[in-house]
């Protein structure tokens, strides 16, 4: 009988290599907190384990870290294609003798994600989103690649119903004049004073690419790994 594509991922975490840094975010009643320690190893069905984070990763968040607590672990499959496996599950203990472990649960659920195929650059550039209804946006583009750009925008309204509209994106500097790309909002991340759209450029390649050297910014991060 062919496995499922449940059992398929379960397997996956076995992939996980020891030793390998992962990311792991508590979930608390009113906020999550976000740290990194390792993958130690795990036995299967029984539980997984990770290794107890230094005080420094902790900070604040060792208050946090103990039975019963529901966490997502997050890691990248260096054997999967750079894709990145994650699961949620409950703390079901923390040792401290021959050292200090954690032990989760093993989860019943497993998801891949593929890691972004394009690479985005960080960047800081003043802009304003134009909607079709002439309601302008003001914010800042936060990560740029040469198809899209990452939008935050502050303010306390609720923007969600934007998803999948047209925009362009204007961007006036003294030196430089006013340039304008037009494009998607392919999707909206509310934050606690705002929100940050993902939008799909309609731009070619080429013209992204002289945007960004225009801009200084340093193209040999696009160019792939040998």
Not at 74 to 93: D, N
């Amino acid at each position: 009988m062919p496995k499922t594509r449940q059992q398929l991922n379960l397997e996956n975490l076995a992939l996980i290599t020891a030793g390998s840094i992962v990311d792991v975010e508590i979930l608390t009643p009113t906020t999550s907190k976000r740290i990194k320690t390792e993958f130690v190893g795990l036995l299967h069905d029984r539980f997984v384990i990770l290794n107890y984070p230094t005080a420094k990763r902790l900070s604040n968040a060792i208050e946090y870290l103990k039975d019963g607590v529901v966490v997502i672990v997050r890691a990248v499959l260096e054997s999967g294609g750079g894709q990145v496996i994650a699961f949620r599950q409950q703390i079901m203990s923390v040792s401290s003798h021959p050292a200090r472990l954690i032990y989760l649960n093993f989860p019943t659920q497993v998801q891949l994600f593929s890691l972004r195929s394009e690479t985005r650059i960080p960047t800081l550039l003043a802009a304003k989103i134009k909607l079709c209804d002439e309601r302008e946006l003001h914010g800042v583009i936060k990560d740029i690649s040469v198809t899209g750009v990452m939008f935050d925008v502050k303010g306390l309204d609720d923007l969600s119903e934007l998803k999948n509209t047209q925009c362009n994106i204007v961007l006036d500097e003294k030196n430089k004049g006013i340039t304008e790309f037009s494009g998607q909002i392919c999707s909206i991340k509310s934050r606690a004073a705002g929100a940050q759209f993902g939008i799909q450029l309609t731009a070619s390649e080429d013209e992204m690419k002289a945007f960004m050297k225009d801009h200084l910014i340093d193209l040999s991060v696009l160019a792939p790994l040998v």
